[in-house]
């Protein structure tokens, strides 16, 4: 069973735009959101992470907005860089007490046009 | 530094056949983890190690079996493949259970025909 969901499935982006991917989660026992990056032939590597307690994190062009009330967490790349294209997946953690396994996403594939 | 580091990186199997996907990480990180990634189904995960010792089930474990050899090596095995486990895998570690950052490998293709 999916337990977060993420949208939209693909995104084509134009140089120096913003990117941004949503994410949804039902389950109020997670405490930790993480977004991974994954280019091609490779695994997923943390690009950012936020907890609840926190409405947004910014990292360089990164940052992830959070809305607790809502359940919901965005990724928003600004400036987007045809190094940015690659697939992204949000995540959710269990908390103490709970499976403490991350949760995917189905992902998104991001592509920055030139 | 290695990381994680998973063999072979590509694999054909016939139906039937069995193999073992190997996965070692050198952080000395105590809970390890493998995933499976299909298109338009993101990172489900399969089985995982907590810690050296012990090994749970994931959202699919049918079909697999886990070794936790060492608190370095987690193994994979497919006792009899089926063409539903064509597949990307991919091996995670983390410090510990309650830690947050996953270092993944960079995957086994593995195709079952």
């Known amino acids: 069973q999916q337990q977060v969901k993420q949208s939209p499935q693909s995104l084509i982006v134009q140089k120096g735009g913003i990117s941004i991917i949503n994410c949804a989660y039902e389950n109020t026992a997670f405490d930790y959101f993480p977004w991974y990056q994954q280019f091609p032939g490779k695994g997923p590597a943390l690009l950012i992470a936020i907890r609840p307690d926190v409405s947004e994190k910014k990292e360089g062009r990164f940052t992830i907005s959070f809305n607790k009330s809502a359940k919901q967490f965005s990724l928003h790349i600004m400036d987007s860089q045809p190094g940015d294209s690659a697939t992204y997946f949000c995540?959710?953690?269990?908390?103490?007490?709970?499976?403490?396994?991350?949760?995917f996403g189905k992902g998104t594939k991001l592509t920055v046009n030139p | 530094n290695a990381g994680v580091t998973q063999t072979p990186k590509f694999q054909v199997l016939k139906t039937g056949q069995s193999m073992t996907l190997q996965c070692a990480q050198d952080m000395n990180h105590n809970s390890m983890y493998w995933y499976r990634q299909d298109p338009g189904m993101g990172l489900r995960l399969i089985y995982y190690s907590a810690s050296e010792g012990t090994t749970d089930k994931g959202e699919v474990p049918n079909g697999y079996n886990v070794s936790r050899l060492n608190k370095r090596e987690f193994s994979l095995r497919l006792e009899s493949a089926a063409p539903s486990q064509t597949s990307v895998y991919f091996c995670a570690s983390t410090r510990d259970r309650l830690n947050t950052e996953a270092f993944f490998g960079q995957g086994t293709r593995l195709t079952v025909v």
């Open positions: 995540a959710a953690r269990m908390g103490r007490g709970g499976s403490e396994k991350l949760v």
